[in-house]
């Protein structure tokens, strides 16, 4: 079936160090692509989004990279900081409808000092 | 803050019995979207309501309804509740289809545990 996963559970960046989370995805009719970060007894929280179009979009410390030729994401983040230490998600949206996501199952970053 | 909130934070239910989670946030949140964690997973999509019905639904049983009122406001109310159950139930705000944004605004979670 057509699946969103992550390759790494658990990554391990020292303080600022660039953290790299890699993700598949095999749904070739994904138009839309979004990163999660979820801390202990959060909801996940919104970092940033990319759209089918592109292959590239920047945010504040992240970048996100679109690979579609190889149906894969990743999220890299700049001088990581302990705050950064969370699971991350990568999400797809379903295509069919409006905002209904299919999650990764998820990568624990822990940064060390 | 996103501006979502859910009740209760934590519920304790024992099998069979029902249990109804809510969700409510700032006006202009017309769709909602319900989902399943279970511990060291990510979430799974339940379903979504928009303007009060239901615009689709994940591979959940029927035992998995929703409400959404005219405030915006949504309730998620399984039945007959098994073990498996157990988890974090999130629900996720949008400005819905025909908005520019697609950003998901998700509350922080009700966790069900289930005796």
């Known amino acids: 079936g057509e699946s969103v996963g992550l390759h790494l559970p658990t990554l391990s960046v020292q303080e600022g160090d660039n953290s790299i989370i890699n993700c598949a995805y095999s749904?070739?009719?994904?138009?839309?692509f979004i990163w999660y970060k979820q801390e202990s007894g959060k909801g996940p929280q919104f970092i940033i989004d990319?759209?089918?179009?592109?292959d590239k979009r920047q945010g504040q410390r992240v970048t996100v990279l679109l690979n579609k030729t190889v149906k894969h994401l990743s999220l890299q983040i700049a001088a990581t900081q302990p705050g950064d230490s969370a699971v991350y998600f990568c999400?797809?949206?379903?295509?069919?409808?409006?905002?209904?996501?299919?999650f990764g199952a998820g990568t624990q970053v822990v940064v060390t000092p | 803050e996103t501006g979502v909130t859910q009740s209760p934070t934590h519920l304790i239910k024992t099998r069979g019995q029902q249990v109804t989670l809510r969700c409510s946030s700032q006006?202009?949140?017309?769709?909602v979207s319900w989902y399943q964690q279970a511990l060291g997973q990510g979430p799974q999509f339940i379903f979504q309501y928009y303007r009060e019905e239901e615009n689709g639904r994940g591979n959940f049983p029927p035992r998995f309804s929703g409400l959404q009122f005219p405030n915006y406001s949504s309730e998620l109310n399984v039945n007959a509740l098994e073990l498996d159950d157990s988890a974090l139930y999130l629900c996720a705000r949008s400005h819905g289809p025909g908005n520019s944004s697609d950003e998901q605004f998700f509350g922080p979670g009700t966790r069900l545990t289930v005796l």
């Open positions: 749904n070739s009719a994904s138009d839309y």
């Open positions: 990319i759209r089918s179009n592109m």
């Open positions: 999400a797809e949206n379903l295509g069919d409808s409006w905002g209904k996501l299919q």
């Open positions: 006006s202009g949140h017309n769709t």
